[in-house]
């Protein structure tokens, strides 16, 4: 589907994304790319990672491909480091690593929900920390300019309660605070711009596959007026508004773009 927006909007940005090399991470980096963004994206699968930097690259995309893992500080410092040292800056950060499955709480340890705390939460207060060097006002390769802007890719999950998500659910609200929070507190001393967007069910996903089979789907239509699968392109269109100067005085927020299911409710 053609973009809506102008070809040039992110041109001469400089984009990490963890989580770039798949899902809904790599089409927020195809777009960004598409868009004038140079884009780095960091995942813990090699393969994963040379697939998509050269299908970015078949683009015509500035692309590059870090291998990390967000639970690792020093990994979040290395591939941090290593995309300024490529490109000469960073622009935006978008954390869209995540990790999930379902489980009822009573099967789930501690170890279980832990790592995806890590995964979700920590990793994402991590990476905006090794980050935020970079992104701040005057930061090494800014000069003058603004500040950068930070997308956390969050989830609907929590605004209610989900079967079988305790976990998810518990990091993707911790998300939202990490959003809230930095929003405040480095939108006023560095001129950083935090945001996230909430996905509703993207189809062709992991996350669907794995967290919503055909049969729940279908029963899922009958309860929920509004179920509708989105695109990846629907979350990277958001992405893109979001990151550009479009989006400028856009700070603190989570936009859910869901169709409006989280809202949903069945007639009678
Ligand atoms: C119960 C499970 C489990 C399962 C893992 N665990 N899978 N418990 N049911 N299906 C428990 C393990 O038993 C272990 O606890 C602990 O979790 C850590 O598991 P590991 O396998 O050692 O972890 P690791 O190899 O690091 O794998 C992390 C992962 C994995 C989260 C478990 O699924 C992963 O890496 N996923 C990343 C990719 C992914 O899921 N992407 C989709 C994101 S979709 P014990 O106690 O045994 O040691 C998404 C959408 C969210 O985020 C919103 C949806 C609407």
Redesign the pocket.
């Known amino acids: 589907m053609e973009s809506a927006f102008k070809e040039d909007i992110l041109k001469g940005k400089v984009a990490l994304l963890t989580g770039g090399g798949s899902?809904i991470g790599f089409e927020i980096s195809k777009q960004f790319g598409k868009h004038g963004a140079s884009v780095a994206i960091m995942g813990r699968r090699k393969q994963v990672l040379d697939s998509a930097v050269s299908t970015l690259r078949s683009f015509s995309i500035p692309a590059v491909g870090f291998e990390g893992d967000v639970r690792k500080q020093e990994d979040a410092r290395r591939v941090v480091e290593s995309t300024v040292k490529h490109f000469g800056k960073l622009d935006i950060l978008v954390n869209a690593a995540?990790?999930?499955?379902?489980?009822a709480s009573e099967?789930?340890?501690?170890?279980?929900f832990r790592?995806?705390m890590d995964?979700?939460s920590v990793g994402t207060f991590t990476m905006c920390h090794e980050a935020l060097e970079y992104l701040k006002q005057g930061g090494p390769g800014r000069g003058s300019s603004s500040g950068g802007t930070i997308l956390n890719i969050s989830?609907?999950?929590h605004y209610t309660a989900a079967w079988y998500?305790i976990h998810?659910s518990a990091a993707?609200a911790a998300v939202d605070a990490i959003t809230r929070n930095l929003a405040l507190e480095w939108g006023t001393d560095y001129d950083i711009r935090v945001n996230g967007i909430a996905p509703g069910?993207i189809g062709d996903?992991?996350?669907m596959s794995?967290?919503a089979p055909e049969e729940i789907n279908s029963k899922a239509k009958d309860h929920m007026p509004l179920y509708k699968l989105g695109e990846k392109w629907d979350i990277a269109m958001a992405a893109v508004y979001l990151v550009s100067d479009a989006g400028k005085y856009i700070n603190g927020t989570t936009v859910p773009v869901d169709g409006g299911l989280w809202l949903s409710r069945p007639r009678h």
């Open positions: 899902g995540a990790g999930n499955f379902l489980v099967d789930l340890s501690t170890n279980g790592t995806v995964i979700d989830a609907t999950l998500q998810v993707k069910p996903t992991a996350g794995k967290l």
